[in-house]
């Protein structure tokens, strides 16, 4: 579905229209296992024997680790029915993987006795009787746009790190370079497939549409950003764009454009001083919120800005823009432009990598790019993944509005410190808005719908002994940053809470979080409240659950 076809979005109600009850009639029924390949099929049960045991309680983040009786690798819903079934009437505490990206101890944590890995759920496919893309929750988001673009001429609009799972980066909203244009991936979520388990013990397969008369649309709402872990086990989604037509398949989901304009930039920091420094930022922010409503002409761009600490040397800028909307390369060049105005620093070539930037020297000066080459090109260092044994502090922020001169000024004092040694420290600044703000609040889990670009708060390093030293950093940095707000992104003002992608415990450790403000409230905002019920209804035991999971209490 090109981008002529997508327009301002109210509600994710013109879809469900689209197919109707007739359509679901021919569809597998709610309860059937509605997948393809062989039901039989068996995942392995890998126990501290066993020679993977010690790579797969871990992930990306080693500052978590867990020690579980064993971890089920799981091929099929019917696979993980028959091991949630075993785990559930064992009492075993289980654990959820689909990629392993977690930067919290979500999965990895010393309760944890049983882990259900999905890594090798990783088909991708069409399904005539939905009329859409299914994913597996174990497919990584790389492979998943190479198989539905060479194969169909399709993309789902998602996250930049190739190696992440959909399970998680799907329930939880997921974006990416191409939302401005086209939404969240989960305005485009069709259908979800989960295996649950009641009060009485009893495990079943579900699968919830979006369609309106769907009894079961409550657990496909909750999976438009309510995020994993939290209802039950996630095997595969559906996906179809709400205002698709007919039946062909390259007519159900997103067209992403043919060729992109790319750009790569470094500014170095020996060219900052604290105001080209606040003028570049502020610069990145009014641009943003200026050019973030549903219908810009501008919802085609889209930044990934790597505002890295000084000991590292440079800050780094990719830039990208659907090359066949009319003035695409006049549009770009503006931008750039409104960037660097007033700040006196001169860009210089992208010569080396920074975070999941790689090495562009080619597109100093902007260059055209088949979007699936620039889609791999960008990502493709995973700083996290290239360290077997990366530790990672991470926090995040959605932002309304331009940053305010504190948070500018407490940004260029933290990132300049002579004493702050770690040049894997970052502030990334990600473009939001466009098509994103053009869905209400309401009409999925996802909350934040008027943000115009988000913030990571980065820091990784490979020691253990310096865990105290970051984490400790980190969270300065970040209450510093928001002191105006006590200390965290409130949701009335400038800022808009925070990602539950990027989750972060610190929000609901009254030792961090001060404000007062329920960690809820900052992931969920009013969303809170019925994500709670679809709770109750679905996994009435408290089963699913981890440090920042929903709870079934009122």
Request: with cysteine.
């Amino acid at each position: 579905m090109s981008s002529a076809h997508l327009g301002r979005r109210s509600v994710l109600a013109g879809g469900a229209a689209a197919v109707g009850t007739a359509a679901l009639a021919a569809a597998p029924p709610a309860t059937a296992a509605a997948e393809t390949g062989a039901h039989s099929s068996v995942g392995a049960k890998v126990s501290p024997h066993d020679p993977r045991y010690e790579l797969l309680t871990t992930g990306i983040n080693k500052r978590f680790v867990a020690r579980p009786e064993y971890i089920k690798m799981i091929r099929s819903a019917a696979d993980a029915e028959r091991a949630l079934r075993e785990a559930f009437h064992s009492g075993k505490r289980v654990s959820v993987r689909s990629g392993g990206h977690c930067v919290a101890d979500f999965t990895c944590n010393p309760e944890v006795e049983v882990i259900l890995d999905f890594s090798e759920m990783t088909g991708v496919g069409y399904d005539p009787k939905f009329r859409a893309f299914y994913v597996e929750a174990g497919a990584r988001l790389y492979n998943v746009y190479e198989a539905l673009y060479k194969g169909w001429g399709v993309t789902i609009p998602g996250g930049v790190c190739h190696s992440v799972g959909a399970g998680g980066h799907v329930s939880g909203g997921g974006y990416g370079m191409l939302s401005r244009a086209y939404g969240l991936v989960v305005d485009h979520l069709y259908a979800v497939q989960v295996v649950t388990v009641d009060g009485k013990g009893k495990v079943r397969t579900v699968v919830a549409t979006r369609e309106e008369d769907d009894p079961n649309r409550d657990l496909w709402w909750a999976h438009t950003g309510g995020g994993g872990g939290n209802f039950g086990l996630a095997t595969r989604y559906w996906f179809r764009s709400p205002e698709a037509t007919g039946s062909r398949p390259g007519d159900q989901l997103v067209n992403p454009p043919s060729r992109v304009w790319v750009s790569a930039v470094d500014f170095r920091w020996e060219q900052l001083d604290e105001a080209s420094f606040g003028r570049l930022l502020k610069n990145f922010g009014s641009w943003h919120e200026r050019h973030s409503g549903p219908d810009d002409e501008y919802r085609h761009l889209s930044s990934l800005f790597n505002v890295n600490a000084k000991a590292f040397g440079r800050l780094s800028l990719y830039t990208q823009i659907d090359a066949t909307i009319p003035n695409s390369r006049a549009l770009l060049e503006s931008y750039l432009e409104e960037l660097l105005d007033g700040t006196g620093v001169e860009p210089v070539p992208m010569d080396r990598p920074s975070g999941e930037l790689a090495a562009m020297p080619n597109y100093f000066r902007p260059a055209e790019l088949p979007w699936l080459a620039a889609a791999r090109m960008l990502g493709a260092p995973d700083p996290v993944g290239a360290n077997p044994i990366a530790r990672v502090g991470l926090k995040s922020a959605y932002f309304r509005k331009n940053f305010t001169d504190h948070q500018v000024a407490s940004l260029y004092r933290s990132l300049s410190d002579p004493a702050l040694d770690n040049p894997d420290t970052t502030l990334v600044l990600l473009s939001f808005g466009g098509l994103i703000n053009g869905v209400e609040p309401h009409a999925t889990a996802s909350a934040q719908r008027d943000s115009v670009f988000k913030v990571i708060f980065q820091n990784i390093w490979s020691d253990k002994q310096r865990d105290e030293r970051y984490m400790q950093w980190i969270r300065d940095w970040y209450e510093d940053v928001f002191a105006e707000t006590e200390g965290v992104p409130k949701t009335d003002g400038v800022t808009d809470g925070c990602y539950i992608n990027y989750p972060d415990t610190d929000m609901a450790d009254p030792r961090h979080n001060r404000s007062g403000i329920p960690w809820h409230a900052l992931f969920y905002k009013g969303n809170y409240r019925r994500l709670q019920e679809i709770k109750r209804h679905w996994d009435p035991t408290d089963y699913f659950r981890h440090s920042l999971s929903i709870t079934t209490s009122r």
